[in-house]
């Protein structure tokens, strides 16, 4: 039976309520890795209407230590299988996760990486799709998801706002140049402390960025960028 420890209702972008709930989880599993001493795994099971989706947690000091910080740094962080498996350079997925990781070995943070979120949650068919019409019509990314499915993005962060209410994190600084990911948190009982940016400076992507940037809203300071 759901509990109101491991069951909430979330509010999504349009405030429709959905209940989620967890159905299992796992924490402080060691790392085993020479970049990354001393940090955890850990994974949730979570549940809406009949939908289970499992998320993989990242974090760099035991949960009762991460929890008892004043606002330890968060990132929601999609899965990239192109990227973060096969290196594939279109989008700058695997930078921002390992910007994250580096920043957690001097400071208590964690990564809710949701693997169900490729292609912004569309999926992997999706974003291979979109791919090729990218090659063939020199369109953006968010213009080719347009054209194949009628949206850019089908991400949905409930099961990240449920995980961190029972983790006991509510109060974060949130490593992200996503808007969206800052309003749902806030909108769900999570306090922002502050936003740390995730901006990547690398040339080859930068259409790719500048499409973040003009079709998203995504916060990227490109004189940086710019001058390089
Ligand atoms: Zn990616």
């Not at 599993?29 to 809406?48: E, I, N, W």
């Not at 993989?56 to 192109?82: G, K």
């Not at 140049?177 to 690398?202: C, H, M, Q, T, Y």
Request: proline share 3%.
């Amino acid at each position: 039976m759901e509990t109101e420890e491991n069951a909430r209702s979330i509010h999504d972008q349009t405030s429709q309520a959905i209940r989620y709930s967890i159905v299992d989880k796992v924490l402080d599993v060691p790392f085993v890795s020479t970049d990354y001493q001393g940090f955890f795994m850990g994974a949730y099971k979570t549940c809406f209407s009949t939908w289970v989706a499992e998320h993989a947690l990242i974090y760099s000091c035991p949960v009762d230590e991460l929890r008892h910080q004043e606002a330890p740094l968060v990132r929601i962080n999609s899965a990239c299988f192109t990227g973060d498996i096969l290196g594939d350079r279109r989008c700058d997925c695997t930078e921002q996760l390992h910007m994250a990781m580096n920043i957690m070995k001097s400071e208590p943070g964690l990564v809710i990486y949701h693997m169900h979120h490729e292609g912004r949650g569309l999926g992997l068919t999706s974003k291979l799709h979109s791919y090729k019409k990218m090659n063939e019509e020199g369109i953006s990314t968010f213009e080719a998801h347009k054209q194949l499915t009628n949206r850019n993005d089908l991400r949905s962060y409930g099961s990240a706002i449920l995980i961190l209410h029972d983790l006991g994190i509510t109060n974060l600084r949130l490593m992200t140049n996503n808007p969206n990911k800052k309003f749902i948190l806030e909108a769900n009982g999570i306090a922002v402390a502050s936003v740390v940016g995730a901006a990547v400076d690398r040339p080859d992507i930068r259409q790719y960025l500048r499409s973040k940037r003009d079709e998203q809203a995504h916060f990227i300071d490109f004189d940086l960028i710019e001058k390089s």
